[in-house]
């Protein structure tokens, strides 16, 4: 029966995972599918055996110190070709993606909430400490609302504002700590005035969370 490579993980935090995978003479990881970019940071001289999709195999070669990244999207067993010496490396990974999109996610779902009309929803979608700057206002960045409280209302007096609404077409990008929403607004206004509009949303998170909703839209007339 073939031994199995130990895994010990020595870093697992928002950005990066690294685990030192120890392999016992002949030892194997077992099939798997690498989620994220990686960097391989051999421990020891060796040579491992690649076990590909399709039946195919390969042979790499360790050095010492010599590291190799790969993309995600490899997928295959890697075994230990020595039998009788252990080897080992460290495997570094880049997860910051899972955070990107876990955000991007949050950002999905705000415009959901703005849709579904919900406001329990739409604060669910809020860090803590929050701010909302509307797209039109006295000041320079519009109209500022800071503060769980005073973003609520907000989001809320545009239902009020507009009993009937859509936000539509929405597409998001995330970078970094920041993210961008575009959109096209349809509503109608309590007076009657139908407002079609396309917009765009600056954020700036803090973990997953949202913890400022900047504002923009065409001006129309
Ligand atoms: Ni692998």
Request: with cysteine; aromatic share 8%; hydrophobic share 45%.
């Amino acid at each position: 029966m073939t031994k199995t490579a130990k895994p010990v993980v020595h870093i697992d935090d928002e950005r990066f995972k690294v685990t030192e995978w120890r392999f016992a003479p002949g030892a194997a990881t077992g099939w798997h599918r690498h989620m994220h970019d990686y960097v391989i940071v051999p421990l020891s001289d060796g040579t491992l055996t690649l076990d590909m999709p399709g039946g195919q195999q390969a042979q790499a070669q360790l050095k010492q110190g010599v590291p190799y990244s790969r993309r995600a999207g490899v997928e295959h067993d890697v075994t230990n070709a020595s039998i009788t010496a252990p080897l080992s490396f460290l495997e570094v990974e880049v997860v910051e993606d899972t955070l990107a999109q876990r955000r991007r996610a949050v950002l999905e779902r705000l415009m959901a909430m703005f849709n579904a009309r919900d406001l329990d929803g739409l604060m669910g979608c809020m860090a803590t400490e929050c701010a909302f700057h509307s797209a039109a206002g006295p000041e320079p960045a519009g109209k500022v609302h800071r503060g769980q409280a005073a973003v609520r209302a907000a989001y809320a007096a545009i239902f009020e504002a507009f009993p009937v609404a859509a936000w539509t077409e929405g597409a998001h990008v995330i970078a970094g700590d920041t993210g961008l929403s575009t959109w096209r607004f349809i509503g109608t206004a309590r007076n009657g005035t139908a407002v079609d509009v396309r917009g765009c949303d600056v954020f700036a998170f803090d973990g997953d969370l949202i913890a400022l909703k900047d504002s923009y839209r065409k001006a129309q007339g």
